[in-house]
């Protein structure tokens, strides 16, 4: 089954056509890991999808309420703890249980300690257990191994296999290998927009009089 589907889509970073001519499909159980460079536009393709930001033009089509994302930010309550933060995400999408998020995320000796008291990786931990939390299918996320050690990104390998196993799909950012080699790659450098042609904004100009 078909999770997300893009066809022709291109966006926009500052007003400027960043990434264009993308299609790709992602099905159910399985993993995509986008590539490219500093600046090519993984962040702003992510966050499009997310509905964070208009597309220039293309389609996105996904099942509604199906997708989990996680950006830069974390998006943690810093004076909550550990077990109210994920109650808070539990609550919010209407699912019953955190123990097994806490268990996945290695977040059991971390429970009663507010967000905000958390080191950068642990903290990391737990905004990657606020996804085991949505229940929603398609993980969305960006750069998600930033601060963890290697131990931590096993620990986020070993879950996002679980998540295909039940049926998931993930779309992720990354610069290193995350250990999951049945991921399928999608290098976005080909999909780079072309500058605007020198003198476009004239020719703009002359074509408003023609
Ligand atoms: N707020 C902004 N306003 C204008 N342009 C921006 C803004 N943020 C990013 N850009 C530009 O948009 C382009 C795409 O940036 P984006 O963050 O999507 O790239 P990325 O592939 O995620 O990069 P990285 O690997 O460094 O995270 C870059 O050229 C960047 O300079």
Do not use: C
């Not at 929603?136 to 996320?141: F, K, N, S």
Request: hydrophobic share 45%.
């Amino acid at each position: 089954m078909t999770m997300l589907s893009v066809d022709n889509l291109a966006v926009t970073r500052g007003g400027l056509a960043v990434l264009e001519g993308l299609s790709f499909g992602l099905d159910a159980g399985h993993a995509l890991v986008l590539r490219g460079p500093n600046g090519i536009g993984k962040t702003t393709l992510l966050r499009t999808l997310a509905g964070l930001q208009p597309a220039l033009h293309g389609s996105i089509s996904m099942p509604p309420e199906s997708m989990a994302y996680a950006g830069h930010s974390d998006g943690l309550k810093s004076t909550l703890t550990v077990t109210e933060n994920l109650d808070f995400w539990a609550s919010v999408y209407g699912t019953d249980s955190i123990e097994g998020a806490l268990d996945r995320m290695n977040l059991r000796g971390l429970t009663e300690r507010p967000a905000m008291s958390l080191s950068a990786g642990q903290k990391r931990r737990l905004g990657l257990a606020r996804l085991l939390v949505t229940g929603r299918p398609v993980w969305v996320l960006d750069e998600p191994t930033v601060s963890l050690d290697a131990a931590s990104v096993a620990l986020f390998a070993d879950a996002v296999r679980a998540h295909l196993a039940q049926g998931g799909a993930a779309l992720m950012a990354t610069h290193i290998d995350l250990g999951i080699p049945e991921a399928a790659i999608l290098d976005l450098a080909p999909f780079k927009a072309k500058p605007p042609e020198q003198g476009g904004i004239s020719g703009a100009f002359d074509e408003a009089f023609i």
